[in-house]
């Protein structure tokens, strides 16, 4: 009986949240329908792979905020990685120079924030040892137009999928390269030729 | 135009940073074509990506960076100690510097644990999974005159298994007959090679590198029936890829000293694009 009441009580809780959260709508938020093979949505609306976010898969409503939030790590990180792209976005409709380094300053460290989850997926990590790099290469200089263009690109992808494949890291490497960003930079000054000892 | 791309010239436009390899970019633009060869490939995978994965699998393993510095130090080979050395230095100078202006700001919670041995590691894996394509990519044709790891034992790129890497290469004395041609090729192309014998005989002073190759090439030419050994074929690598690089051909180097006199030697155009 007690569990009864409670979770009645809680569910009170939750509709009274809901209802100010809404502003008084107290329809729920209905999930698309998405097909498991295909991983398409079925359901009515747009049908595209694009509206697949992880923050979406693994967003809840939270009764003590009032809002739907995430806490699973690849969702706040494709959250951050939103919000980084909002700004690198921004920054390219940016007339004013200065305006323009702001925003991107705060994409940076929006993504610089990511590094409490750095040692936790080899993907990511392979995905952030590249964003650092490009970020730190290109400190001292002002941005332009085909670097914020492939950040944005690189942050697409990455939002989409913070643990990239392969494939995806290999685009985000040809991305940030072809924008002329040194991914190499670390390696700058070694030796890497072969010692005639070495044979 | 055409363009023989040796060993370093592509290990520095694909590992180095853009100070060393724009420069070989820009140079490389008057070529319509571009070879390069799966023995620059081997020499690659059992060089710089033998080192590239001997420090990640250590990078996982370790749980300190700290510890992946005294393993290296406990090796005793002191050229690949010493190179490996050079590399996390260098490495490590780069992501400390980051580490130390970006997140010394950050609270104790939030700061990345063991942030510059997590980069080493997400660095090299990057490196040695994409080199195998982005050498086909940097390329237009990849010659194969000497047939090294041909048909039966494969020349395989790195195996990452989720963790760590296998880069085994197989001893190709074991299989001489079914992976390599090399001595085949030697002899097709005697001429050039006795040239560049000549050249490397009239050498007074000649250093540690040219005595090897010296020695490996005459006794190639000397012994005309014999399969060339491993160590024989790769101490006379140069040799060999010049041989390999097609004629009119421009032979891309990052060594002119060696390679501009056995390209002169063998008929090829050496061109450096390293200060002697």
């Known amino acids: ?199 | 135009m055409q363009a023989f791309l040796e060993t370093t010239t592509v290990v520095d436009l694909l590992f180095k940073d853009t100070g060393t390899a724009e420069p070989i970019r820009n140079l490389l633009k008057k070529y319509e074509i571009k070879y390069s060869s799966q023995y620059v490939r081997m020499e690659i995978k059992r060089g710089v990506l033998q080192h590239f994965v001997y420090l990640h699998n250590k990078a996982v393993e370790c749980k300190t960076l700290a510890e992946v510095q005294a393993c290296i130090s406990g090796l005793t080979c002191t050229p690949q100690r010493y190179k490996l050395a050079t590399i996390t230095k260098a490495m490590e100078d780069f992501y400390r510097d980051f580490e130390k202006t970006r997140f010394s700001s950050f609270p104790p919670d939030q700061r990345p644990a063991q942030f510059i041995k997590n980069m080493l590691a997400a660095f090299l894996r990057v490196r040695i999974k994409r080199f195998w394509t982005a050498f086909e990519r940097l390329v237009d044709v990849v010659l194969d005159g000497p047939e090294c790891y041909k048909r039966v034992f494969v020349l395989a790129p790195p195996h990452f298994n989720g963790k760590v890497f296998d880069n085994t290469l197989s001893n190709c004395d074991r299989f001489k007959p079914e992976i390599c041609r090399v001595r085949d090729f030697c002899n097709d192309n005697a001429a050039a090679l006795t040239s560049i014998e000549s050249y490397l005989t009239s050498i007074k002073a000649p250093d540690q590198e040219t005595l090897n190759r010296r020695q490996s090439v005459k006794e190639v030419l000397r012994l005309k029936k014999r399969d060339i050994l491993r160590k024989t074929c790769w101490r006379m690598g140069d040799a060999v890829l010049i041989l390999e690089a097609p004629a009119g051909a421009d032979v891309v180097n990052g060594n002119c000293k060696h390679y501009d006199p056995m390209c002169k030697a063998a008929g090829k155009v050496s061109v450096c694009y390293r200060k002697r």
């Open chain 1, 1 to 199: 009986m007690a569990d009864t009441n409670s979770s009645g009580t809680n569910a009170k809780h939750v509709a009274s949240a809901y209802r100010e959260a809404t502003g008084g709508e107290l329809e729920p938020r209905r999930a698309p329908i998405i097909d498991i093979a295909t991983g398409l949505e079925t359901g009515p609306g747009v049908l595209s792979q694009d509206r697949i976010e992880a923050r979406r898969l693994y967003e809840f409503f939270s009764v003590e905020t009032g809002k739907f939030e995430v806490d699973v790590p690849v969702a706040i990180i494709s959250e951050t990685l939103a919000t980084s792209l909002q700004r690198v976005r921004s920054a390219l409709a940016e007339a004013n120079e200065l305006e323009k380094e702001n925003h991107i300053s705060l994409a940076w460290s929006n993504v610089l924030g990511l590094a409490r989850f750095i040692g936790v997926w080899p993907a990511f990590d392979e995905a952030v040892s590249l964003l650092f790099t490009a970020f730190e290469v290109h400190r001292a200089a002002p941005y332009n137009p085909p670097e914020l263009i492939a950040l944005q690109k690189v942050l697409e992808m990455l939002r989409r999928n913070p643990l990239p494949t392969d494939t995806e890291i290999n685009v985000i490497y040809e991305s940030l390269e072809a924008a002329h960003f040194d991914l190499n930079a670390p390696l700058a000054g070694v030796n890497l030729d072969e010692s005639p000892e070495e044979l």
